[in-house]
């Protein structure tokens, strides 16, 4: 999964686990990787649909399944991932987690207003 992200790219779980930071880099991203699947037993992340946002953004619904090692909470939700994709080598410089598709869209769209 690591290869899609460019080097310095940032991943940010930080709008729906308010408790993590957003991470840089290929090393933070994978020591932040680690870190959830020991705090969940079973965590899974399946594509439920995808599409083009425009201006180099994909989005992404996902169905996170799993359950909390310490506290044993179960977790069954759909969760929304905007990916911004630098051109040439379409690899992923930015990802972001929203709880929802209206959220990544308009943060898509504020993203794509802004560097025009």
């Given at each position: 999964?690591?290869?899609?992200?460019?080097?310095?790219?940032?991943?940010?779980?930080?709008?729906?686990?308010?408790?993590?930071?957003?991470?840089?880099?290929?090393?933070?991203?994978?020591?932040?990787?680690?870190?959830?699947?020991?705090?969940?037993?079973?965590?899974?992340?399946?594509?439920?649909?995808?599409?083009?946002?425009?201006?180099?953004?994909?989005?992404?619904?996902?169905?996170?399944?799993?359950?909390?090692?310490?506290?044993?909470?179960?977790?069954?939700?759909?969760?929304?991932?905007?990916?911004?994709?630098?051109?040439?080598?379409?690899?992923?410089?930015?990802?972001?987690?929203?709880?929802?598709?209206?959220a990544a869209v308009s943060e898509a769209e504020g993203s794509a207003r802004e560097t025009a």
């Amino acid at each position: 999964m690591q290869s899609m992200y460019a080097e310095d790219a940032v991943f940010d779980v930080s709008e729906v686990f308010t408790d993590v930071a957003p991470v840089q880099g290929h090393e933070d991203m994978r020591a932040s990787w680690l870190e959830m699947h020991e705090a969940w037993d079973g965590i899974r992340l399946e594509p439920v649909e995808g599409f083009d946002a425009g201006d180099g953004h994909l989005i992404l619904v996902m169905r996170l399944t799993g359950v909390g090692r310490q506290s044993g909470a179960e977790v069954d939700q759909e969760l929304t991932m905007l990916y911004r994709i630098r051109p040439g080598d379409d690899k992923v410089t930015h990802a972001r987690l929203f709880h929802d598709v209206a959220a990544a869209v308009s943060e898509a769209e504020g993203s794509a207003r802004e560097t025009a």
